[in-house]
């Protein structure tokens, strides 16, 4: 569903249900959903988002699924939350309070779910919501509670840092440490 102006507008300060349960092998945070996400109710839901295509490059998943198949993720023993809930159209019109208050209730959300691995797609997002400003991208030396902490690229097409090929090979770092190969 391409999602018209009027309901791209209508999605602003919106949320959308996490995609989360027991037994997660990696729980994946976003910085916040955008206004795609928030018309669909679909996490990573514009065209161009490379975190589907990066999931499935992995070996994450065995196919590349779409923001509508969601709910799939959490037979693959993966789910998607954010840090701040709101939607907004940039991340840039967050603040970092909001991201402190985010980081604080990501943690509530890891503590009740106990994944095996946390990965926050994002470094400028874990580094103000955690208050690591020196934190750099992979496995973070100090666990969330008792979970694996790790921070993987963006997969929004804006991030010009990295590659479809980049993202995908982070990824899989992850995927290789938390399924022991």
Not at 40 to 46: D, K, L
Not at 58 to 63: A, I, L
Request: overall charge neutral.
């Amino acid at each position: 569903m391409k999602p018209t102006p009027e309901q791209l507008t209508a999605a602003t300060d919106a949320t959308i249900e996490d995609v989360i349960g027991p037994d997660l092998r990696v729980l994946f945070c976003g910085i916040n959903p955008g206004l795609w996400s928030g018309a669909t109710g679909h996490h990573f839901a514009r065209p161009g988002n490379r975190f589907w295509p990066g999931l499935y490059r992995s070996g994450f998943t065995p196919r590349q699924l779409r923001p509508e198949e969601q709910q799939e993720l959490l037979g693959l023993g993966l789910g998607i939350t954010n840090v701040v809930a709101r939607t907004t159209a940039k991340a840039d019109e967050l603040t970092a309070e909001e991201y402190r208050s985010g980081g604080q209730a990501l943690a509530e959300r890891v503590a009740r779910w106990q994944p095996r691995a946390l990965a926050v797609l994002g470094i400028g997002a874990y580094r103000t919501a955690f208050g690591r400003p020196k934190a750099v991208v992979g496995r973070q030396d100090e666990p969330l509670g008792g979970t694996e902490a790790w921070v993987l690229p963006n997969p929004s097409g804006l991030n010009a840092h990295y590659t479809l090929d980049g993202i995908a090979a982070e990824f899989r770092k992850l995927r290789e440490a938390v399924d022991g190969r």
